[in-house]
């Protein structure tokens, strides 16, 4: 199965380094998994544009500092650039998704669920649209959003970044992906704490040992080692995740 994920964006550029690097790039390059394969899609909002110059954006009604990305391009980028250009009968079949500081709040467990029944999920292509500027036309967003993700409490200057964060974070949980599929099982905060720590080569750095329990060989004790470790490193490191 090939998944399509298009993203409506003034900088495509900016994905480049992200296509070209580590396990996410090789993900979305279509070169991971055999059964899924991910295409990505930039399509230009700019190129949308039938206004002389080109721009995408307008002074606000009401007055205000900023400018705000027009409903009618971002429609005309998202028919022409996306339904048309992919083929798809309608916009019905395709899953919108805006990047916001009002979205729901990405995290590991939002993360989880985004890989396991979208990204990995055969039902619907998505379209991610980033923002600039003040954002998006609020009619656009109300006739054309099916989602709204925000990466965090605070104000990126667009949204390029917050999609390649959810892209990254979540598609470590597509089935094959992965090399070794324990490894994100045994990452932080996939049992609410944080990972232990991790040592390799040379046994001695400056003075400081390797843990002699990870040298015995003994498999039951380092787990459990481990599971202390994850304890003893929330409690310093993130004391909040620990309740009760
Ligand atoms: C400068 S921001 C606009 C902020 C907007 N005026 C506000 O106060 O909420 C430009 C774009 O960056 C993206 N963005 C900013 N912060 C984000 C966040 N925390 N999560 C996801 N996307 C964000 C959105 O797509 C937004 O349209």
Not at 139 to 167: H, N, P, Q
Request: net charge negative; proline share 4%; aromatic share 12%.
């Amino acid at each position: 199965m090939i998944k399509h994920i298009w993203i409506l964006t003034l900088f495509p550029e900016m994905f480049k380094p992200f296509l070209e690097c580590g396990i996410s790039g090789a993900a979305f390059r279509g070169e991971r998994s055999v059964d899924l394969k991910f295409e990505l899609h930039f399509v230009n909002i700019r190129d949308y544009s039938q206004t002389k110059y080109k721009s995408v954006d307008d002074s606000p009604f009401g007055g205000g500092p900023g400018m705000v990305m027009r409903a009618d391009i971002l429609r005309y980028a998202l028919v022409k650039g996306v339904q048309e250009a992919g083929g798809y009968e309608s916009l019905e079949k395709l899953h919108v998704i805006y990047t916001s500081p009002r979205g729901k709040v990405w995290n590991n467990k939002v993360a989880r669920e985004f890989g396991t029944n979208v990204l990995a999920s055969n039902v619907k292509d998505v379209v991610f649209i980033a923002g600039r500027y003040e954002g998006i036309d609020e009619r656009f967003l109300a006739k054309y959003v099916d989602d709204f993700y925000s990466v965090g409490d605070f104000v990126l200057t667009g949204g390029e970044l917050a999609i390649m964060l959810m892209l990254d974070s979540a598609v470590r949980f597509v089935p094959g992906i992965l090399g070794n599929k324990l490894s994100s099982e045994d990452d932080s905060f996939e049992d609410g704490l944080i990972e232990f720590p991790q040592y390799t080569k040379p046994r001695e750095f400056e003075g400081m040992e390797v843990p002699a329990i990870l040298l015995e060989g003994h498999h039951k004790k380092i787990l459990e080692w481990q599971h202390e470790e994850k304890l003893v490193m929330t409690k310093k490191w993130r004391p909040d995740l620990i309740k009760g």
